[in-house]
């Protein structure tokens, strides 16, 4: 009944809103661009710093950097620390309460996938319209989108009655186990939100995620009986055998379902295998004339929704406990990971309300993009309680890699884009 109330409230207020920009949102905009130095200068010192995910001085310098900047616009900050034995830097939460409005939950990530062994790559711009740097894009460009817009918001008094958090966690690229640890505290903050805006990658000006896959893990065990290889077939496939069986018939039967994929990431048999899940490492030794007696195959399940992650779950079981080749025996295990952030009417919801904001600034439509282009996120953790949008960072290109960059043409009005959406937003 809440989600019902809220999704016509939400339409309700499209409809007030209109298209056209306000004096207020006009004030807002000049000021963006007025301020996009001082922006850049911003975006540029948080990428010189290196915060790869388990660099956790990196990591919490990166947050004291932005806890600073954001205690000059009114939010008090704060760090939430985590247990020495999940050996991360924690998280930078940062707020301020109203009394007026939707209460928006803001998400960012201070940490990248670059870690300081990694060849360097600061900011550096390569033209008018491009610029490289570790993490310009995923996320430090995102998160820089938040506080600017926050702070032509608060600049131009658009927010002093706003109830806005934001939340910058420490490990998003490689998150703390168990994420029942790691993401208690970002779940238990979310949930007295009503709306959740997670500033990951944009895909250029006129797509936002109402939805993303969500992310687990299966462990494939294939147990067999050791022979002289010249008896295969002769009531003893192998372990290999059957494990190959297994895999294949994943893909034969599962692999024509919309947003489930399941890929094996690593497969070793032999005579003696030594695994180590947690590291998916393997090693191995065998023989071309003896039949092996195991066979191990870990990989990953990807998923749009809990339901469609059951049903191939007890699907996978069900293959590997059937048909099972001579003098084999097999067994499947399921990890949990993130879950999915499923596409919902409220969601889209908020994709209207973006579209009114984008129309009325005259760079288009908005639209819901494809949710199997987008992997697992943060905002995946709390996307069952309240509506939420992603997608709403910087845009660019090679994410992950060396060269990543940054698209300076639309960084100036994604972050107008994002300032007007929060305003319409907590009105």
């Known amino acids: 009944m809440k989600r019902v109330v809220f999704v016509l409230l939400l339409f309700a207020a499209f409809e007030t809103v209109g298209q056209k920009l306000t004096a207020d949102e006009k004030k807002v905009i000049d000021l963006v661009n007025r301020q996009m130095p001082e922006t850049m200068q911003l975006l540029e010192q948080l990428v010189n710093v290196n915060s790869g995910t388990l660099n956790t001085e990196g990591v919490k310098k990166v947050g004291l950097i932005l806890g600073k900047q954001f205690e000059s616009i009114g939010f008090k900050h704060e760090w939430v620390s985590l247990p020495d034995s999940l050996k991360r830097a924690g998280h930078l939460v940062v707020s301020r309460k109203g009394t007026k409005g939707k209460k928006l939950f803001l998400v960012g990530h201070l940490d990248t996938v670059f870690e300081p062994d990694m060849p360097e790559n600061p900011f550096k711009k390569l033209n008018d319209s491009t610029a490289t740097g570790q993490g310009v894009n995923d996320m430090k460009g995102g998160d820089v989108i938040i506080f600017a817009a926050l702070r032509a918001l608060h600049q ?19 998150a703390g186990v168990p994420a029942e640890v790691s993401r208690a505290d970002f779940i238990a903050r979310a949930k007295q939100a009503d709306i959740a805006l997670a ?14 896959r969500g992310a687990s893990g299966w462990l494939l065990n294939v147990q067999g009986v050791q022979a002289h290889s010249a008896g295969v077939f002769s009531n003893n496939d192998g372990a290999i055998y059957e494990a190959a069986r297994i895999i294949n018939t994943f893909r034969e039967q599962l692999g024509h379902e919309k947003y489930l ?12 295998v030594l695994f180590d899940s947690a590291t998916i490492r393997a090693d191995v030794q065998g023989k071309t004339n003896i039949i092996s007696p195991r066979a191990i195959v870990q990989g990953d399940l990807r998923f749009l ?13 069900a293959i590997v406990a ?22 919902t009417a409220g969601n889209a919801k908020l994709v209207a309300i973006l579209n009114g904001v984008t129309s009325a600034m005259g760079i288009g439509e908005t639209v819901a993009g494809d949710p199997g282009s987008r992997g697992a996120g943060d905002i995946s953790y709390i996307a069952r309680y309240v509506e939420c949008l992603d997608g709403l960072g910087a845009s660019g290109k090679g994410a992950h890699a060396p060269g990543e960059t940054i698209n300076l043409k639309e960084f100036p009005l994604l972050v107008q884009r994002a300032a007007l959406f929060i305003y319409r937003l907590t009105r």
């Open 261 to 272: 994929t399941f890929n094996p990431g690593i497969f070793a048999g032999g005579s003696d």
């Open 156 to 174: 131009v008094g658009l927010i002093k009655d706003a109830s806005i958090t934001a939340y910058f966690t420490g490990d998003e690229e490689k």
């Open 199 to 212: 500033f990951e990658g944009a895909q250029g000006l006129h797509t936002v995620a109402t939805g993303r």
């Open 305 to 317: 929704s809990e339901q469609q992650k059951e049903r191939a779950r007890l699907n996978m079981q």
């Open 322 to 343: 059937k048909n099972n080749l001579a003098s084999t025996r097999a067994q499947i295990t399921f990890t949990d990971g993130i879950p999915a952030m499923e596409p």
